[in-house]
Nanobody
Framework: QVQLVESGGGLVQAGGSLRLSCVAS???????MAWYRQAPGKQRALVAR???????NYADSVRGRFTISRDNAKRTVSLQMNSLKHEDTAVYYC???????????WGQGTQVTVSS
């Protein structure tokens, strides 16, 4: 069982930046780590994922603005969000996925609100 705790959400003006962080209670070195988000009335959707080999993939809507990174020694994954837009407003969730059976763990979520 792995517990994930997010931090760094808040209110920011459009064009601004925020950095989200997530710390895991145990080792995540073999897992992929990701950030998802869920806006009101919408399904939870992938924002960015980083593999245990540090390969990354991003949603088209955030590519070039957001950067995901990980520190296995600190058991953290971060999301640097720049040039924020109103449509980035959502609850952001940290996720880890363990091989080989894609066992998922989720954080409790952190609210990001971008004012236009």
């Amino acid at each position: 069982q792995v517990q994930l705790v997010e931090s760094g959400g808040g209110l920011v003006q459009a064009g601004g930046s925020l950095r989200l962080s997530c710390v895991a209670s145990g080792s995540v070195s073999i897992a992929s780590m990701a950030w998802y988000r869920q806006a009101p009335g919408k399904q939870r959707a992938l924002v960015a994922r980083i593999g245990n080999d540090r390969t990354t993939n991003y949603a088209d809507s955030v590519r070039g603005r957001f950067t995901i990174s990980r520190d296995n020694a600190k058991r953290t994954v971060s999301l640097q969000m720049n040039s924020l837009k109103h449509e980035d407003t959502a609850v952001y969730y940290c996720n880890t996925r363990f091989p080989p059976h894609y066992l998922d763990y989720w954080g409790q979520g952190t609210q990001v609100t971008v004012s236009s």
